[in-house]
């Protein structure tokens, strides 16, 4: 086995793989860093070009990409507040919180080591757990995998935060955005309005730019052509090094949840992170500052993201199963050189899994390194106004929303989204749980069919469901025991209950008019819901009702609430809301005619008007932005959208 | 060393073989293929196999450029074909019965006019059914006599499991089938954590992960979908001619050979499943010229002895199939008779619970 390992490395610094593995992970950096573009668009991006090499480059080249994507995200995260990919809300969070607060450094810092350990940890399970992760992944059968749904489920209970109803309620929009489509227990199309668009469902990366980057754009146009901000300065990485140092079992332990977050097909990065992220707040004894920058925020999710996603290569390489759909192009890749992963690989190929190993954990560690370079230049990029900013990043998240089924539902679904999330934004909903509910409810309505089905209810003695139950069950104890001894230590009750209320909410003052408009949607959505759920098969209409039986009596008293407190403080946001607008218009336009002219419009509008540019230099980069988006559109070859009633794009 | 000499002597074959005066048609053209499902997906990987032999064997060496385009359950795709395609024969959509079955169902959705299409060429995409060990099962004639009830895992009853589920009821097969999974990888997984024990595997995955298992003695293969002779999905399949076809299993069974609605159909279904299971697609009006340009490649691509070489080691030596037959037998799948459209959709709504 050392022997193949040492041939593997051996192979691996041949001068044109580790060319190919660098060029792999520049290109897997600057994706990661685009918000909407991660992973999947990197490869797919290099995957013409890996046919044209060797097969050990050809592989090294996609690898370099894939593992470095989560690392280089936290930089877009933490700096913009716009997640650079799905998987990083929790670091868009935190990190940018913290940012505001000046200490862009500490949460970078602590992003890119967290991600580091993340990726060594996933190559480091790959090498020694080769051959006992199989045996790991079959004994993960339905049962198991529905147990770790409900793990996560309980870990992101603790995101509700402070305002019970609205979190709760957040919740139960985002697991019914998250039934839309095919049911999984019978042939249903749910909440589809009869659009073959919906028939999927809702792509992730689209929910989360709409949810959180859409919002976040719209605030830095708004803020406008003067500096309303401190620019960031990146410059002491001590303090950093010292919070990971004081985090270090924390990310270990978040790369072990990672590491079985891959395990799991089709559960992926985003799932895991936000489980990772329940956990840093459940260890966390002081909760107060999560949702306004807490560093072990950041250290879980970036330690978990980047263990999951190489450790989804496991499944993929022992079962031919992609555990995400960036491994799913990496086999198909495999395919093409003439491997076929599977029970036989690890005997049949050595070198290639050492290889893979290898490819991994380097790009892990020269990422990292990478992205501490880097994320310096980057940072003072804040020191410009950020409408200017801004206008490159919300057509880039276009770019990367239209990836998911290059439609035009798919830049409509982005900023219907967006207007989602910046009402959620202002009217004091909590995101992150609304984000979580539309990750989980796909695999936990999944999972619970299936082992219903497969084995009624004895599924729940099974050895594996109780040992994943302790995870809930053994805290749920200690804290019983805690309150119970709080009890009796009578001083401290007021104290301690004081701390738990406290948890993490990232509200500021909410938007009376923007909670009370948000509460009437969220009511017509439930009302809808229900009534469209009576058609349903009864099998489909479990996980709909676990949504709206809360969601709906929530809604209702939310709408109460919001008459009651209910004042017109639109005013206070008419800048942004006159952004919105303004989004709105443009995909209304370039449904109509193409692509092009709404754009240009829109450019010359956010630089001239926004960032009060002069013309002169609004022509100059504003060509360029232009430029640049349609050679991404190219690049990623998903024609641009040509107009409905004037056929250009 | 070995391909390149491979490649040069196909080159050279080939060069006798093209028709001088369609020498010129694709010259300096890209071809762009559509594949209605995302990236890495089995039949992404398909077409991208068939690329570099279509690339070398079509006149005029036209570049071929793969485009995915998922969503709907290839439903999008196809309809963004139905849209833009162009009729030159430059533009391909490349399928499985995953867009089919939506078509010839009357599923809401489907804009594209699959029957009226042109076929250009055809890869079967055949089927293996195998069972566990535990069943007590050892051959596809006492599947009957089962010890324990089966447990077949699928994705959903309208799409590519819905042959499968009909080869049940011609067999007249008392199967629990438990839908709902996402892909058949994780069926494969769930039937080798002894969750499932009846599965039907495709046949690239069949070789490269199913044989492994039934060396081990922990999968016993029953019987393959068949292949078509003389318009009748009877014949052994040639990608594992150890094995019965599902019309010999009813055979053994019942002394007599299959007939009634339950056979039509599922012969209907199962041919454009495995006999044409993938297949490329050209606009209506495409003209004859470039359909048979595409036949007289394909049969260039069948002679060339690296097609072969390569396709025995990733579906132990599938060949292409295109011309008029393959056409005529694609098209009177796509449109069965008003009986079977009944019984499929009355099965499907009763059994499966599928809304039309």
């Excluded at chain 1, 992170?273 to 329940?278: D, E, H, K, R």
């Amino acid at each position: 086995m050392l022997e193949n390992a040492l041939t593997a490395l051996d192979a691996l610094f041949d001068p044109i793989r580790l060319a190919a593995l660098f060029v792999g992970m520049i290109v897997g950096m600057v994706f990661g860093m685009l918000p909407g573009l991660g992973g999947v668009a990197a490869v797919s991006i290099l995957l013409p070009f890996v046919f044209y090499l060797d097969d050990y480059s050809g592989l090294a080249m996609l690898l370099g990409a894939i593992s470095v994507v989560y690392t280089s995200d936290t930089i877009t995260s933490v700096l913009l507040g716009a997640p650079g990919s799905p998987a990083s809300a929790p670091t868009a969070i935190e990190g940018h919180a913290l940012a505001k607060k000046g200490e862009a450094a500490r949460a970078l810092g602590v992003g890119f080591l967290a991600s580091m350990v993340g990726g060594l940890m996933g190559a480091a399970i790959l090498f020694f757990a080769i051959p006992i992760a199989g045996p790991i992944v079959l004994m993960l059968s339905t049962p198991e995998l529905f147990m770790f749904a409900l793990v996560g489920l309980f870990f992101a209970s603790s995101m509700v935060g402070k305002d019970l109803a609205k979190g709760l309620a957040a919740a139960c929009l985002g697991v019914l955005l998250g039934v839309v489509g095919p049911a999984q227990a019978a042939a249903d199309f749910r909440y589809t309005f009869g659009q073959v668009y919906l028939l999927d469902g809702f792509s992730l990366t689209i929910v989360a730019l709409g949810l959180f980057g859409v919002a976040e754009a719209i605030s830095m146009l708004a803020a406008g052509g003067g500096i309303s901000h401190k620019p960031m300065t990146v410059s002491n990485w001590g303090a950093g090094f010292q919070d990971f140092w004081n985090a270090k079992w924390l990310v270990v332990r978040a790369s072990v949840i990672g590491v079985f977050g891959g395990f799991v097909p089709a559960v992926g990065a985003s799932a895991s992170t936000w489980v990772a992220y329940g956990h840093a707040m459940r260890s966390t004894k002081d909760k107060s500052k999560f949702g306004k920058g807490e560093i072990r925020g950041i250290a879980a999710s970036e330690g978990a993201n980047n263990a999951t996603v190489i450790s989804d290569l496991v499944p993929t390489l022992l079962f031919s199963v992609p555990g995400g759909p960036a491994a799913a192009i990496f086999l198909g890749a495999l395919f093409s050189f003439g491997y076929y992963p599977g029970p036989r690989m690890i005997t049949q190929n050595p070198d290639l899994m050492f290889l893979i190993v290898w490819s991994v954990a380097l790009t892990s560690i020269v990422g990292a390194a990478l992205c501490f370079a880097v994320a310096p230049l980057l940072a003072r990029l804040t020191s410009i106004p950020f409408a200017i900013i801004a206008t490159p990043l919300i057509l880039i998240m276009i770019v990367g929303a239209y990836q998911s089924t290059s439609t035009m539902g798919d830049i409509f679904m982005l900023f219907m989204l967006g207007t989602l999330g910046w009402l959620m934004k202002h009217g004091g909903w909590p995101r992150a749980p609304a984000l979580v509910g539309f990750v989980l409810s796909g695999p936990m309505e999944q999972y619970f069919w299936l082992t219903n089905q497969i084995h009624g209810w004895s599924w729940l003695t099974r050895p594996g469901v109780l040992i994943i139950a302790s995870f809930i069950v053994i805290p749920m104890v200690i804290n019983l025991v805690k309150w119970v001894r709080d009890r009796k230590a009578t001083t401290a009750v007021a104290e301690r209950h004081h701390n738990d209320e406290e948890a993490i909410s990232p509200v500021d003052e909410a938007g009376r008019g923007a909670a009370l408009v948000l509460a009437g949607i969220a009511l017509v959505m439930f009302l809808y819901a229900t009534w469209e759920m009576f058609s349903f098969n009864p099998a489909s209409r479990l996980m709909p009702a676990l949504a709206i039986v809360p969601g709906l009596p929530l809604a209702l008293w939310l709408v109460v609430r919001g008459i009651r407190e209910y004042r017109n403080d639109f005013r206070q946001d008419i800048g942004e809301l006159w952004i919105l607008g303004v989004f709105i218009v443009y995909t209304i336009a370039v449904w109509a005619v193409g692509i092009s002219i709404p754009t240009i419009i829109l450019i010359a509008w956010m630089l001239l008007t926004r960032a009060r540019m002069r013309w002169w230099t609004t022509l100059i980069y504003g060509a360029a932005v232009f430029a640049t988006v349609r050679i991404l559109f190219d690049l990623l070859r998903g024609d641009a959208p040509v107009g409905a009633l004037l056929a250009f794009s | 060393m070995q391909r390149l000499t491979l490649a040069i002597a196909a080159a050279m074959t080939v060069g006798t073989l093209a028709p001088a005066a369609a020498q010129d048609m694709f010259a300096g053209k890209t071809i762009e293929v559509v594949v209605p499902f995302g990236e890495g997906g089995a039949t992404f990987v398909s077409a991208k196999f068939l690329e570099p032999y279509f690339e070398k064997h079509l006149p005029g060496n036209p570049e071929i450029d793969l485009v995915s385009r998922p969503g709907g359950g290839s439903i999008l795709g196809a309809n963004w074909f139905e849209q833009n395609a162009k009729s030159d024969g430059t533009t391909i959509l490349f399928t499985t019965s995953s867009t089919a079955n939506p078509f010839v169902l009357g599923q809401e959705g489907v804009e594209y006019r699959l029957a009226d299409y042109r076929v250009a060429y055809s890869h079967p995409f055949s089927a293996v059914a195998y069972v566990s060990p535990d069943t007590g099962v050892t051959s596809a004639a006492d599947i009957k006599g089962a010890d324990t009830p089966l447990i077949y895992g699928g994705i959903a009853a309208a799409a590519s499991d819905l042959p499968g589920l009909l080869s049940f009821e011609v067999l007249d097969l008392d199967v629990r089938s438990v839908l709902g999974f996402n892909g058949r990888g994780p069926v494969r997984l769930a039937f080798e954590q002894g969750e499932l024990n009846l599965d039907y595997q495709f046949t690239p995955v069949y070789l490269t992960q199913v044989v492994p298992s039934v060396e081990e003695g922990r999968a016993v293969p029953l019987w393959t979908g068949g292949a078509m002779e003389n318009g009748v999905l009877k014949a052994r399949d040639p990608i594992a001619p150890e094995l019965p076809s599902v019309y010999e299993v009813y055979e053994q069974m019942n002394g007599t050979a299959p007939s009634g609605i339950e056979w039509e159909a599922f012969q209907g279904v199962a041919s454009v499943t495995y006999a044409y299971g993938l297949t490329g697609y050209m606009h209506p009006d495409t003209p004859q010229e470039v359909l048979d340009a595409f036949a007289a490649a394909v049969a260039a691509i069948n002679a060339d002895p690296e097609f072969q070489a390569e396709s025995q080691k990733v579906t132990n030596g599938a060949r292409l199939n295109a011309g008029p037959d393959t056409e005529a037998a694609i098209k009177a799948a796509l449109s069965p008779s008003d009986e079977v459209k009944t019984y499929l959709r009355d099965l499907l709504s009763t059994k499966y619970g599928v809304n039309f």
